[in-house]
């Protein structure tokens, strides 16, 4: 998603060999002090993509429950 104006966090996709010991957290967290180390070239405005979960066939469950009645589409289709 593009906003004029922002900054954008989008998902960040680990690979299984390392998705242990925290390492996704740590990424995570890197990302965000790497923002705030370097201020001036970014947005004052963040918009951060947060990653949900989904079942076998690809639906969301936060979706089914609430997105939907905002948007009138289905399950958002995953981009990375």
């Given at each position: 998603?593009?906003?004029?104006g922002?900054?954008?966090?989008?998902?960040?996709?680990?690979?299984?060999?390392?998705?242990?010991?925290?390492?996704?957290l740590?990424l995570?967290?890197?990302?965000?002090?790497?923002?705030?180390?370097?201020?001036?070239?970014?947005?004052?405005?963040?918009?951060?993509?947060?990653?949900?979960?989904?079942?076998?066939?690809?639906?969301?469950?936060?979706?089914?429950?609430?997105?939907?009645?905002?948007?009138?589409?289905?399950?958002?289709?995953?981009?990375?």
């Amino acid at each position: 998603m593009t906003t004029p104006g922002t900054a954008n966090c989008v998902r960040c996709f680990l690979d299984p060999a390392y998705q242990r010991n925290r390492n996704g957290l740590l990424l995570s967290k890197a990302r965000f002090l790497f923002i705030a180390a370097f201020r001036e070239w970014f947005s004052p405005h963040l918009f951060a993509e947060l990653r949900g979960c989904s079942d076998e066939q690809g639906q969301s469950p936060f979706w089914d429950a609430l997105g939907h009645h905002f948007f009138d589409i289905r399950s958002p289709m995953p981009t990375g």
